[in-house]
């Protein structure tokens, strides 16, 4: 099965697979997401782009300024494009962590209508066993119990419930706009 994982690497082509932006303009958006997925460096990010241009997957225009130094702006190649579509078309491991889910969800975009799908029901598999798991651990709990193990018990059980819930709510979206062979052929999908 193939690695289904986000790096760095894809996160930065499915953003310029929106729109061409500077180094720090990428930065600050993942710094705006940074509670969920975390931020890469500049350290990280900087070396990335240079590697992305030169597998030709980016181009770096310079653009001048008359008040300010010059912006170096990164574009999406076709190259990087069919990089980026090649691998959205991977299989999604069905451990996938949340901080993994969230930025292919970033990636949305990229994805096949029936792939988003896929990668939504797989997540609630995922949950839902996970949820089953948290509900009978914490009703197991004796009186003998923590107090902050209760608390982190109960909490992992009302962040599951509540992801259970999104996940059924998009799940009923998506599947309204996808004609209903593509939804029949989705829910016989197993990745």
Do not use: C
């Amino acid at each position: 099965m193939a690695n289904s994982s986000v790096s760095i690497r894809y996160l930065i082509l499915g953003i310029l697979s929106q729109q061409a932006m500077s180094g720090y303009d990428i930065k600050r958006f993942l710094e705006s997401l940074g509670w969920l997925i975390g931020s890469p460096s500049f350290g990280s990010l900087y070396p990335t782009l240079h590697t992305l241009r030169k597998d030709d997957l980016v181009v770096m225009n310079i653009i001048a300024s008359e008040d300010k130094p010059p912006r170096k702006i990164y574009s999406i190649t076709k190259t990087g494009k069919q990089a980026l579509q090649d691998w959205s078309d991977q299989p999604v491991l069905p451990s996938v962590s949340l901080k993994s889910f969230v930025m292919r969800l970033l990636l949305g975009s990229n994805f096949s209508p029936l792939g988003l799908l896929t990668h939504l029901e797989q997540r609630r598999l995922q949950v839902a066993t996970h949820q089953a798991d948290l509900a009978k651990a914490t009703k197991d709990l004796d009186d003998t119990a923590d107090i902050g193990q209760r608390l982190a018990f109960e909490y992992s059980l009302a962040l599951a419930n509540a992801e259970l819930a999104w996940l059924n709510n998009a799940l009923e979206q998506l599947s309204q706009k996808l004609p209903t062979a593509e939804v029949m052929k989705g829910n016989s999908t197993n990745y």
